[in-house]
């Protein structure tokens, strides 16, 4: 009787490396140096985006600003969604001296940080309520340079780490991005509190510059972990022996490679990409407005919600990268996107509700955990799509893409308020989210019938 063979070594390999990770060794790779830069750096990407839309949308309201003007003024947002214009310059073009001396990636965010800090100074001096042109061209600074922080900063999580540890990157990115958003949403109200005093009430300028000034001092801790981190080694280019090749190969080649390894697949991921966070996007713009319009205190706005909110955003970030490694991103990109549809309607019954602490921490407690594990599934969803030749360009691309439409949306909100008041809104924001669960179907069953036509590096 002949006795069965062995399995020959590439199959035993082979079961090995498609076997998930145990709990313990998918949890130990968040104490990773890569992962640990990457909690600061999130930090430092985290920090302006409040700064410029949610706290400002807080600032504006105190101020007296009307909620059509601040919904129109949050399309200063949209220099996120249109970032992959200039991402091409940002992945190829060095720095005079700066690039030489920090690298292609730190280069790029040094100097961006330090234009983010410039501009914040800005908006700590300008006085909405005498004059709002200023501190809407101080936003869009920060803003413009934000957007191209992101550009470097995913380019350097994505070359600093393989595929296999991107979910706990994207996790430990989205820690630090958050823990910056309870210092820039928190933060910035309990210092605007403090120097205000409990005696006055109402909008007060000499408050918020203070607070404006801490935010802008807070970009230190991003510029001295760019200085003291140590720069990816960059993917192989061909020299360019032209401006022809040079733009050929910045600008036509990475939204090129990406449609001929995806094929007609690309045009449904797109999709995907372009209406994932519309329900969060579009509600948040107007949930500052709201808590100011419901009677609710700087102090109870900054605990409720930005703190004890974002560590729920934390905790469902974190379950969303354990999750995505051990069941695939697929599975989280569709449970994220269940949830935060759901948890919109959940302000519709808090606008009933009225001024009730206790109800708000529920409802934001619900609403920050389904955004924390969506986000940690998207990005890991992203990342996985770019080629690691192209890896800023193309990201940027995508997560421009994430921006575009929702923040389009999102400039009516105001208008939309207005007309039709509160519950309507959040109730109709959770209507938007119905598609994306279609798409989310859709993608995972055309990535199991096909793989990418050329894979990427």
Request: hydrophobic letters at 55%.
């Amino acid at each position: 009787m002949t006795e069965p063979s062995a399995s020959p070594p590439q199959a035993v390999a082979s079961a090995d490396a498609a076997r998930p990770p145990s709990w313990m060794a998918a949890l130990r790779v968040y104490l990773q140096p890569a992962s640990l830069r990457m909690l600061s750096l999130g930090f430092s990407a985290g920090l302006p985006l409040l700064l410029v839309l949610g706290t400002l949308s807080f600032r504006l309201r105190e101020a007296g600003i009307d909620r059509s003007t601040i919904g129109h003024l949050s399309w200063v947002g949209l220099a996120y969604g249109f970032k992959w214009v200039w991402a091409p310059l940002v992945d190829r073009m060095p720095l005079p001296f700066l690039t030489r001396w920090l690298g292609r990636r730190r280069s790029w965010l040094l100097l961006s940080q330090l234009v983010i800090m410039a501009a914040l100074l800005g908006m700590a001096w300008c006085d909405p309520s005498q004059a709002l042109e200023p501190i809407v061209w101080c936003a869009l600074a920060v803003a413009f340079a934000s957007a191209t922080q992101d550009i470097a900063l995913d380019a350097f999580r994505i070359e600093s780490a393989g595929a296999a540890q991107q979910s706990a990157m994207a996790a430990s990115y989205q820690t630090g991005y958050r823990l910056a958003m309870i210092w820039a949403g928190a933060g910035v109200l309990w210092v605007a509190a403090w120097v205000q005093g409990p005696q006055v009430s109402g909008y007060q300028h000499a408050a918020w510059a203070a607070a404006y000034t801490a935010m802008a001092l807070s970009m230190l801790m991003g510029m001295l972990t760019v200085l003291f981190s140590q720069e990816p080694v960059p993917a192989p280019m061909a020299p360019a022996r032209n401006p022809r090749e040079w733009l050929q190969g910045a600008l036509v080649d990475p939204f090129a490679d990406f449609l001929r390894r995806y094929g007609w697949q690309a045009v449904l991921i797109l999709l995907l990409i372009a209406t994932y966070r519309i329900s969060d996007v579009v509600m948040g713009i107007m949930a500052n407005p709201f808590y100011v319009d419901m009677g609710y205190t700087k102090d109870e706005v900054a605990t409720v919600t930005k703190v004890y909110g974002v560590l729920m955003t934390l905790l469902g970030a974190f379950v969303g990268g354990v999750l995505s490694m051990r069941w695939g991103v697929m599975r989280i990109l569709l449970l994220g996107a269940v949830l935060s549809a759901a948890s919109n309607v959940l302000f519709a019954w808090l606008s009933g509700v009225g001024h009730d602490v206790m109800s708000l921490v529920l409802v934001v407690s619900a609403d920050n955990l389904a955004s924390g594990i969506a986000s940690a599934a998207f990005i890991a969803y992203l990342s996985s799509l770019t080629n690691v030749s192209y890896s800023a360009t193309q990201y940027a691309l995508l997560s421009s893409m994430m921006l575009l439409l929702p923040k389009f949306i999102a400039g009516f909100s105001g208008d939309y308020v207005n007309a039709h008041g509160y519950a309507s809104f959040f109730i109709g924001t959770a209507w938007l989210g119905l598609p994306v669960l279609l798409l989310v179907v859709l993608a995972g069953r055309s990535a199991k019938r096909a793989s990418p036509a050329v894979p990427a590096p």
